[in-house]
């Protein structure tokens, strides 16, 4: 995996619900609560730092610095997303799900 365009759109391509990012492991992708990873390459902590820093808003980043999780909403084209954020000493992980 190069670039987090490449697993961001395979789940756009995809009826999945779900795309986790998490440091340290594959991308992966749920559909129909059944989970399949984007690629075998896993993912490194400025990966995931670098997407989040582009879709976090200003306002939840020092909430997310103080309590190590956050919740917002990210919209594409065509998407609406809502967006889990953890980010601690052990687990540093963006979960989208789809809003219908």
């Known amino acids: 995996m190069d670039s987090f365009e ?3 759109s395979e789940f756009l391509k995809s009826q999945a619900e779900t ?10 992708i749920y559909e129909n609560g059944r989970d399949q990873e984007l690629s075998s390459i896993k993912l490194k902590v400025p990966e995931v730092l670098s997407i989040l820093e582009t879709i976090i808003p200003d306002a939840q980043q020092e909430s997310l610095k103080e309590s190590g999780f956050e919740k ?9 997303f809502c967006v889990d954020v953890t980010w601690n000493e052990s ?10």
């Open 72 to 80: 917002f909403e990210f919209q594409t084209e065509h998407y609406r």
């Open 6 to 8: 490449n697993p961001f």
């Open 19 to 28: 795309l986790l990012l998490r440091a340290g492991f594959p991308p992966l």
């Open 91 to 100: 687990i540093k992980e963006i979960r989208f799900c789809k809003q219908i």
